[in-house]
């Protein structure tokens, strides 16, 4: 028994000490934990097993073969391992589209909110570097008909044929001119727009960092890495939307990771984020609130939140077609359906953001003032 002890302990010893990876060492340890045995196929769930890929502490500055050891807690250690590749993604454009691909595919196919949670700080990081502002609708899938949708189909078929044959030239020659054109406009087509599934946008990424790593031809170089950029904006801003209204594409329901992802599109997109997120989460055909926004209450207490800390210049506008952040904040706090903690601090934000018009010192009690500001000053200016 004790000899057992001894060797356990040995082992955490060699091959504990995460804190000393390097990118290609957390990389390989993560991809023989998640199952990424084919760096070229994604699995299709996150299933870890109780044995991976690891190498000793030492490899950090040693060259050392890393060996399959016993995982006491599999996904943790894949959490720590997503932990250490946010430590690469500011480093370079073609370590950031590995950890990108990666990382999305955890917040698609993890089971474990906590995995998700720390992929989309990743997430955010990368965004941030790359300045993507993830209010711009153009980045987003949206609604086509069906003579648009042939259409795309046909120029990212054309796009694909072309990369396919330019890909597979023997031993990869100088690039005619003709082919330099074609190799650019196939890439540019490619990322004009986002693919319909989430799954092909994180493809995407893959088959432009190829190009970006093995090609030599300057332009075409230059091109890639303009394209790569495009399609990691495209795959997270739509992997952050499918976290957030995980029902458009059957994803994983976890409150948790909403509430996180409410966040993230507010540091991101700074105030004139809440009418965009009341916009995106609103489901117009439903009855209720609880079922227009978000069925879980903290994710509506998120939101209440947020809408009761804008000015009264700001709660006041919202987008095209779009409610209000006052105006949810009143249907809210007004809403019998909804519990009493909730409908209090919605009344709460709603004199705050109110406090400058109707010269409140103190949230006054009851309902009543809110109703009646709401018949003067927002159904009587309807008519």
Not at 247 to 268: C, D, F, G, M
């Amino acid at each position: 028994m004790r000899r057992f002890q001894v060797l356990a302990i040995g082992a955490v010893v060699v091959f504990g000490s995460a804190a000393c990876s390097t990118y290609s060492t957390a990389i390989d340890e993560f991809d023989s934990i998640a199952g990424w045995d084919d760096p070229q196929t994604e699995p299709a769930t996150a299933d870890y097993p109780d044995v991976a890929l690891q190498y000793p502490w030492f490899a950090w500055f040693v060259p050392s073969r890393p060996v399959d050891a016993p995982v006491e807690n599999p996904s943790g250690f894949a959490r720590e391992r997503i932990t250490l590749l946010a430590d690469y993604v500011s480093s370079d454009l073609t370590s950031m589209a590995q950890v990108a691909r990666r990382l999305l595919w955890v917040t698609e196919a993890d089971p474990s909110a906590l995995n998700r949670l720390q992929a989309l700080s990743v997430i955010e990081s990368i965004l941030e570097i790359l300045d993507v502002d993830p209010l711009d609708e153009t980045l987003y899938l949206r609604d086509v008909d069906s003579q648009e949708q042939a259409r795309k189909e046909k120029v990212f078929l054309a796009a694909d044929e072309t990369l396919r044959r330019l890909f597979g030239r023997a031993e990869r020659p100088a690039i005619t001119d003709a082919d330099r054109i074609a190799f650019c406009d196939a890439l540019k087509a490619y990322t004009s727009e986002p693919l319909p599934r989430l799954r092909w946008q994180r493809d995407l990424i893959r088959t432009i960092w190829s190009t970006y790593v093995t090609e030599t031809d300057q332009e075409v170089v230059e091109v890639a890495a303009m394209s790569l950029r495009r399609a990691m904006r495209f795959a997270a801003c739509n992997g952050l939307r499918a976290a957030l209204v995980p029902e458009e594409i059957q994803a994983k329901n976890q409150p948790s990771v909403r509430v996180e992802v409410l966040s993230i599109y507010r540091r991101l997109g700074g105030i004139p984020a809440v009418s965009f997120l009341l916009n995106m989460l609103r489901r117009p055909q439903a009855d209720s609130l609880m079922h227009r926004y978000d069925q879980d209450e903290q994710v509506r207490m998120s939101l209440v939140r947020m809408c009761g800390q804008l000015k009264f210049e700001h709660a006041d506008v919202g987008p095209s077609g779009g409610q209000r952040p006052i105006e949810f904040l009143y249907n809210t706090a007004t809403d019998e359906s909804e519990g009493d903690g909730l409908r209090r601090i919605a009344l709460e934000g709603l004199a705050r953001c109110l406090s400058s018009k109707l010269g409140f010192k103190t949230v006054p009690e009851g309902d009543e003032w809110a109703r009646t500001w709401w018949k003067r000053d927002v159904v009587e200016r309807r008519r």
